[in-house]
C-alpha cells in the first residue's frame, strides 16, 4: 500500500492571483480559489514560509522521506514544495507538473483592487459566482451543442480532466511501500477529493473554500483503488492564541 500527501500551497502573495497594484512581497492575505493569472507568478509570503516549514515539521515527524515529490508550476507551490522537502530526512528530485496547477478564472472573476481582495466576504461572493458561471458555461455549450463555451479558456471538463490524469499519475508513483507529496492548491486538491466520492461539480467550490494554506490531505493508494484517510489537517498551524492559519 502507498500514501500520498496531497499539502495546499502556503499564503501567496495577492498578486498571484491579479490583485492590481499588489506588492509582491509582505503578508497581504491571499487565496488559491481566487482566479489564478496564467504565468507563475509571486511566490509565498513570509507567513506562508512558516507555513510550509511547520508542514514539512509535521510530515517529518511521521515518515522518513519520500520517495517522489511533485507540484505544479506556480511559484507559490514550488516554493512551498522545497520548504516542506527541507524538513525531511531525504527528498528526491522535484517533479514539476503543471496540470497540479490551480484552475485560472481570470476572464469571469476578474481582477480585484487590493481594497476589493480585502473585503473577504464580497470577493467570496464574487469568486462563487465566477466558478457557478464556469460550471454552468459548459451545461449550456453542450445544451447548444457546442464543444467547448466560446472565449473560455480552461473549461471545468478540461480541468477536470487534467487534474484527475495528474491524480492518476501520482496513484502510480505511490506504489506498495512508497510515499509521494504533492504541493498544489485548494481548488485542484479539492477536485480530486471530489472525484473520489463522486462530488457533484457545483458542490466542489463549497470543498475548496475551507482548505487551510498548508493543510495536509492523506491517500492511501491500494488495490481496491485510492482512499481518502485524513483531509485539511492544519492542527499544526492553529494555538489557543490564534496560530499561524490561514484561509488566504
Known sequence: MGVIYLVRHGQANPSAYGVADSAPTGDAPADDSAAAVSNPGPGLTDTGRVQAGLTGTLLSAQING????????????????????????????????PSWNEYELPALVGAATPDEFADQKSYQQRLDAGL???????SMAE??????????????????????????????????????LVVSSAGTITQVIAELWGVPPHRWPAMARTM????????????????VM???????????DGGIATFR
Open 132 to 138: 457557478a458561471h464556469w460550471i454552468d458555461q459548459t
Open 66 to 97: 519520500v520517495t517522489a515529490a511533485i507540484s505544479g508550476d506556480l511559484a507559490r507551490q514550488t516554493e512551498t514544495l522545497a520548504g516542506v522537502l527541507a524538513r525531511l530526512d531525504s527528498a528526491p528530485e522535484p517533479i514539476v507538473d
Open 212 to 227: 487551510v494554506n498548508a493543510s495536509v490531505t492523506k491517500l492511501l493508494v491500494g488495490r481496491s483503488g485510492t482512499s
Open 230 to 240: 485524513s483531509l485539511n489537517e492544519h492542527a499544526h498551524l492553529v494555538d489557543r
Open 143 to 180: 445544451a447548444e451543442g457546442a464543444t467547448t463555451p466560446p472565449g473560455s479558456g480552461e473549461t471545468y471538463p478540461e480541468f477536470r480532466s487534467r487534474v484527475t490524469g495528474a491524480g492518476e499519475r501520482a496513484a502510480e508513483l505511490a506504489g506498495s511501500g512508497q510515499t509521494v
